[in-house]
């Protein structure tokens, strides 16, 4: 088969126009298409033909879809769009409540009412309903003594006020995660590396008629690991979780400053991936953003549960070679322990290393009763305090350092002691 | 050579190898050949995505060529690497020879001689048969900059080698990325191939797979097994069965001359279909015995 001569576009201008107007309204819908994609779809439909509809919707699938969860998004837009003109006119009275003045119609579904708000040019969504931050004092000139910082630093989230928890979180913004590189399998050349580097000795030979002066060498190049963060936003963390989230969104936000990529996941009775949130520039926008992405804030815990998703659902995606797993929670969990510690024990074969952080571990007489706990202490890698600056400036340190267990072996032994 | 100028003769094509596709992959696989562009595949491990590739091959008389992906994978295993070993021997030859010419012995030192070629360099030369059919699996195990470096063989069929130049092909090569999507592929990669999710086929046609791989198998026993793992698919599993592990597992029971299924015969062979021993412990006993009832009122009924 020789090269293909190229397509001519098809002559009916009709399609060519309906094509970059269904291309405009799966970019509405919030597929990445670009133009090149237009012109690719009207060359496959040229060389497909338009002889059945069913072709036709494969067609255009090819060419449009490049991710399994825009499949439903683009079956949705594509019913809409190519079939019935008078029903998109229907769902365009139900998104335009106040021009009809009637709101009871049916309800359409979630990927159908995205797609027909897509469809609809000009048609705004709701604004979002005003955000419900507590007031918060910005002090703009770090003021603070140095002792005063100092007491900042080991004071407990919960007992700080409005305006201590804004100067924490400032200091927080300013924290940095020490990473510690992992060896990769590809090398890099290097005056005193290891491994003969053939192609530089050969090619600097060749220059010199054939005389090898020298071997150049080549040694291992390094590369950042990844960081997943499980968030536990159930109602005994509240305060913890929105200040780990801050955390994590300074760690996430601190680009090609060590952590290869951060993903972050907050979970309670569900698990949410607010990866994606935690991206926005502005730490109050991306927090509220993720906050209104998970439901279930404040609410029980299902932690067995939630790490059982976690492992069947993003496990295979995001722990990718040498993943760090940070897991923030208390770990009173009202499941199954068993079912717990199963779920934790997949965690940790999967993860490179698995640091629970728990803010419990401020108080001093801290045992391990409850039987979540005991399920997943002997899980972990590290375990670690998180309820305080100092302490979260020690997890940094545990995050780099590899051998770090934290108060893990403390509390096992204390636990196997009250078994034995 | 074969016919492939419509959808329907594509799927004919594929069904004369053994393949049953159905018509939504038959439909981008006559995009891809007519086009010219890669074909990107995704979907859960075992469901097909790699078998493509060689079923195209056969049937379209083309040579097979796989490059198998990995983490570290480099342009000296992805495209070709020089022969030191010979090139050093040229060198101590030349000099015996007294042949210093610096020009001259560059230009001898890396010629076609010296090349030793891998994969992607293999795709784009002529090839008997006409242009090959070019399997890049498991995009999804090697890192971000192999992929960058597919960009240019993917977009322009052409690749470049610093001591040559850039070598380009007559004809394309049909291209077949299959991903298991253990992290997700950048899309300036995806932008330049059709894009394709592979899922779980449906009832009657994993049976006409069944039909046509282990064709053996008695219809009553292909349906049970069909059945089984269509239910199986349904439970709460850490990794569900593929196609693959359908295949295999009616081959299992056909060597141990197996009619028809038993809660015994189920747990016995259960690691033929499900790898992690979560799963397989979740399954085993009695809830095989409460799938497979499931499965004979099901069948029963039909």
């Known amino acids: 088969m020789a090269r293909l001569p190229d397509l001519a576009l098809p002559e009916n201008p009709q399609l060519v126009a309906n094509l970059v107007h269904f291309a405009r ?27 059945e509809k069913r072709d036709f919707y494969w067609t255009l699938h090819a060419c449009f879809v490049s991710r399994p969860e825009h499949r439903e998004t683009f079956a949705q837009v594509f019913r809409l769009f190519w079939r019935d003109p008078r029903y998109l006119e229907h769902m365009m009275s139900l998104l335009l409540p106040s021009l009809q003045g009637v709101q009871e119609e049916r309800a359409a579904e979630a990927a159908e009412k995205r797609a027909a708000e897509a469809l609809i040019d000009g048609a705004e969504p709701p604004p979002a309903p005003p955000q419900q931050e507590e ?93 997943v963060a499980l968030c536990d936003i159930s109602g005994s963390m509240s305060v913890y979780s929105r200040v780990m989230l801050h955390f994590l969104h300074t760690v996430a936000s601190q680009q090609g400053a060590g952590w290869a ?68 929670t208390d770990g009173l969990d009202r499941d199954d322990p068993a079912l717990l510690a199963a779920e934790m024990e997949r965690l940790h074969l999967s993860a490179r290393r698995l640091i629970w952080v728990n803010p419990l571990l401020r108080w001093d007489g801290f045992a391990p009763r409850a039987a979540g706990i005991r399920a997943m202490l002997p899980h972990v890698d590290c375990l670690r305090a998180g309820h305080s600056l100092a302490t979260l400036e020690d997890l940094a340190g545990a995050l780099s350092s590899a051998r770090d267990a934290g108060e893990k072996p403390r509390l096992l032994a204390a636990m196997r002691a009250a078994e034995g | 050579m074969q016919d492939i100028t419509s959808i329907d003769a594509v799927e004919r094509m594929l069904a004369a190898q053994g393949y049953v596709a159905d018509r939504a992959l038959a439909t981008i696989t006559f995009l891809a050949l007519r086009l010219g562009r ?59 020879a007294g042949t210093t010419d610096p020009e001259h012995l560059r230009h001898e030192l890396f010629s076609d001689a010296f090349l030793i070629s891998r994969p992607l360099l293999e795709a784009m030369r002529p090839q008997p048969g006409g242009p090959p059919v070019l399997l890049i699996d498991e995009l999804d195990r090697t890192d971000e900059p192999f992929e960058a470096f597919l960009l240019e063989a993917l977009s322009d ?8 130049g850039t070598i380009r092909a007559e004809a394309p090569p049909i291209v077949v990325l299959t991903s298991n999507r253990t992290r997700e592929v950048h899309d300036a990669l995806k932008r330049r191939c059709l894009y394709h999710w592979v899922d779980y ?28 793992v ?14 693959a592990e359908t295949i295999d597992w009616a081959r299992c029971l056909l060597a141990l001359d197996v009619i028809a299924l038993s809660p015994e015969v189920i747990s016995d062979t259960l690691g033929a279909i499900l790898k992690y021993q979560d799963d397989i412990q979740r399954i085993e006993g009695a809830t095989a015995k409460r799938l497979l009832d499931e499965v004979r009122r099901e069948l029963g009924a039909a």
């Not at chain 1, 949130?277 to 404040?298: C, I, K, M, N, P």
């Not at chain 2, 075992?46 to 079923?55: N, P, Q, R, S």
């Not at chain 2, 490059?67 to 000099?95: H, K």
């Open chain 2, 157 to 164: 069929f052409q690749v470049t080698v610093p001591e040559i």
């Open chain 2, 201 to 228: 086929p449906a009832f009657e046609r994993e049976m006409a797979i069944l039909a046509a791989r282990a064709p053996e198998a008695s219809e009553q026993l292909s349906r049970e097994v069909v059945a089984f």
């Open chain 1, 261 to 328: 990529r951060v993903h972050a996941f907050t979970f309670g009775t569900r698990l949410t991936n607010v990866t994606r949130h935690l991206r926005g520039r502005d730490v109050d926008v991306a927090l509220a953003a993720a906050g209104a992405e998970a439901q279930d804030w404040q609410g029980g815990t299902r932690i067995g549960g939630c790490l059982r998703a976690f492992n069947r659902d993003w496990a295979r995606r995001v722990l990718g070679p040498g993943a760090t797993v940070v897991l923030i």
């Open chain 1, 25 to 51: 309204a799966l970019r509405k819908a919030g597929l990445p298409i670009g133009p090149g994609r237009v012109l690719d779809a009207t060359r496959a439909v040229a060389a497909a033909g338009f002889t």
């Open chain 1, 135 to 227: 007031e918060t004092e910005v002090e703009i000139d770090a003021s603070g003594t140095a002792s005063g910082v100092e007491a900042l630093r080991t004071l407990d989230f919960e007992q700080m006020s409005a305006a201590e928890l804004a100067r924490a979180r400032a200091m927080l913004s300013r924290l940095a995660l020490p990473v510690a590189p992992l060896g990769s399998r590809r090398s890099q050349a290097a005056v005193r590396g290891r491994r003969p580097d053939w192609p530089r000795t050969l090619r600097a030979a060749a220059r010199r008629g054939g005389e090898v002066e020298r071997f150049a060498r080549r040694r291992p190049r390094t590369r950042w690991p990844d960081l």
């Open chain 2, 230 to 243: 269509q239910r199986l698919r349904g439970e709460d599993l850490f990794k569900k069965p593929g196609v």
């Open chain 2, 38 to 96: 890669p074909l990107f595949l995704e979907g859960a491990a075992g469901v097909g995505k790699t078998e493509i590739a060689k079923v195209l091959a056969t049937g379209l008389g083309r040579r097979l060529i796989r490059l198998q992906c990995y983490e570290g994978l480099d342009a000296a295993s992805a495209v070709c690497e020089w022969n030191f070993a010979a090139q050093m021997i040229a060198i101590r030859a030349a000099e015996a």
